[in-house]
């Protein structure tokens, strides 16, 4: 183990059990009501169990945050929350998650604790809008390094998506309807706005059996903004204005979910199949526009247009239960993501297609499995658990897709496997009653990469009057993606490629906490949180300039030391019909750059993020009312400018931003029905300036804006609810 991490291991265990010593004050209090303290949750548990017995701490997003958010997919939810960025991409549609600034790549995303496959592998970089939420029970938050439960590339921490299975009736049937503004833009049920649509059965068949099966439809129309749209025509060859330009700042898209389950349940053995099939078709329309001379007809306006088609199954099935005094819990999975592509010319006074050409563009397919077996020992104060993890990984991009093209495979699609097989190993022990260690260890065996190894510590101690003490070290590692790989683009102008030759990022995390929970007799609820810590990446993959001639030439390397330090507070009020909820965090990253050839300077750069919700019911009129407010400060970079006869690293900036969501929720005849109505990014965010390059990444410098958002929207949502 390294030094720094026996150092901090030998210090928190001196803290632990030095308080553990002292003279406690026991506060007023009257026993606990508030349900949230008994939230169960599954993620890196050996065993499900409630908030505060976690070793680790876990943020739960539950399924009434999301009602009141009405969000329908991932992306709608998370935005509010401290240290997590959703990323939007508004050319590919796509919005990926950040946590800690490392971006998708670093955090894992899982449904059931299965990770979901993505158009690079499993688990990472993940699509949050294909993510459906109708279904979900709660969402649970880990951050920092999970590489012992959750395998390669969970660094930054993981997000488990925790679905229903189970009704409290015997049967829940739901209709949904869902209109959006799209900023300014909208047409009730036509072309502008974003429409949505949803459909849930859940029945209790008998004690043993249940069966849920859903479907939901987003048809979101895109945002035009400045742009001209579909048919227009008046785009100038010479004199391009890509504020004016043909298309769509936001391309349109739109989506199907369907979702079936069924599980059996007697005693303590439990089996449920779960399968899920999503669809997406989005529209690309070039913005440049020329003109084609028909013999006899005329000249036409043409513009080269492209459709995206993609498709996802996913297979889950999972057994839990006893087999001579011992838990298991085993799962299985299939899953397949396909990206069609149909490229065509249009002609845009006529409205007719012509040069249709269909291809396969990626596809991803894995068979996943995972197991453990726990209470080894039969013992009340020591648990143990050992398990497996197994991936098979096929990928799979056309040549179509041209940045894998290397010189001697033109026109080849390139298709590759990767593989890794985990054993790992933990143990939860009770030293005493309120003081818990939990040690851990996973060793991966790559057909890649050389093999790799991940290990943990936690910490727990829990006092009398309320407090509760954290304390956790955990090594992980990150495999590098497809891109890093094998991206290959090399022509006139650009001389990009990635490295068949990169090893896989190993990573440190570092993590002490503090919570006081206080009740009063008046029925207030006070809870107050604290916590630090620290991240260091070595190997870390950047792209850098490794030559100058005859073009920049650019290229995947392991170059890059990443350290990063937070210090968070949250804190919680819940009195009567109010819940107030603030947070602040402090994120200090420092990035080594050096190939040498150019060399950054690795000072620690800083960003500082807000946030509070409020909630207020009024239980005489059945309604909720809710705020939701975010601050997200300017962030700095150095980035790579190319630009200069010899490059150098220059620090840019990023301005920062504010978020508010409202909404009010009521509902009807005896809560069979529901309406919420409220506005999503009321401050009208639209564009961020930033004076790093849209088009280069981290790796130029430049002067432009960052499209974070299509502007103020309003949404209008209505459920109806029937339960038998």
Known sequence: MHKQAQAFLSIVSFISFSTLAQETVTDTVKPATNTQLEEVVVTGQIEPQSIKKSVFNVRVISAEDIKRQAGNNLADVLNQYLNITVRPNNESGRSTVSMFGLDSNYLKVLVDNVPLVSDTGLGNNVDLTQINLDDVQQIEIIEGAMGVTHGANAVSGIINIITKKNTKNKWELSATVQEETIGDEYAPFGDKGRHIQALRAAHTINDNWYASVGGNRNDFKGYIDERGGRDYTAYDPANPDPEHDRGYSWLPKEQYFTNALVRYQKEN??????????????????????????????????????????????????????????????????????????????????????????????????????????????????????????????????????????????????????????????????????????????????????????????????????????????????????????????????????????????????????????????????????????????????????????????????????????????????????????????????????????????????????????????PKWNTIFTLYYKLNGKTQQYVENGSLSTPEYILQDIEGFSLMDASVRKTFFEKKFDVTFGARNIFDVVNIRSSVASNAGAHSAGSTSLLMGYGRSYFLKLTYNLNI
């Open 269 to 618: 053995f439990r089996i449920f199949y779960k399968f899920d099939y999503f669809d997406e078709h989005l529209d690309y329309y070039d913005p440049v526009v020329t003109d084609e001379f028909v013999t006899g007809v005329g000249t036409y306006r043409v513009s080269n247009d492209r459709r995206y088609d993609t498709n996802k199954f996913y297979h889950h099935l999972n057994a839990v239960g006893k087999v001579l005094g011992r838990n298991y819990n085993v799962s299985v999975s299939h899953q397949r993501q396909k990206r069609d592509v149909e490229t065509f010319k249009y002609y845009i006074q006529t409205g007719e297609e012509a040069n249709n050409k269909s291809e396969t563009y990626q596809d991803t397919e894995v068979l996943y499995s995972t197991g453990n077996i726990s209470n080894i020992l039969n013992n009340k104060k020591i648990d143990v658990q050992v398990g497996y993890e197994a991936v098979n990984t096929n990928g799979y991009t056309s040549s179509l897709g041209g940045v894998f093209n290397n010189p001697d495979q033109q026109g080849v699609n390139l298709k590759k496997r990767l593989e890794n097989y985990d054993l790992f190993s933990a143990a939860e022990i009770a030293v005493t009653e309120r003081f818990s260690i939990r040690p851990g260890v996973r060793y991966s065996f790559q057909s890649r990469f050389e093999d790799q190894w991940a290990a943990s510590l936690g910490l727990r101690q829990l006092y009398a009057n309320g407090h509760e003490v954290r304390a956790s070290y955990g090594r992980s590692y990150r495999t590098p993606t497809y891109d890093e790989l094998y991206t290959y683009m090399v022509d006139a102008n650009h001389d990009i490629r990635g490295n068949e030759d990169l090893k896989p990022e190993t990573a440190n995390s570092f993590e002490l906490s503090g919570k006081k929970t206080t009740f009063y007799e008046s029925g207030l609820q006070l809870v107050n949180t604290a916590a630090a810590s620290y991240i260091t990446i070595d190997d870390r993959i950047e792209q850098v300039i490794v030559g100058f001639n005859p073009n920049l030439q650019y290229k995947f390397i392991n170059i890059d030391k990443y350290q990063m330090w937070n210090f968070s507070t949250t804190h919680q009020l819940n009195y009567k019909n109010w819940q107030a909820k603030a947070g602040l965090i402090v994120v200090g990253i420092s990035r080594d750059l050096s190939n040498g050839v150019v060399k950054a300077d690795d000072k620690f750069l800083y960003n500082v993020q807000f946030n509070t919700n409020l909630a207020f019911a009024v």
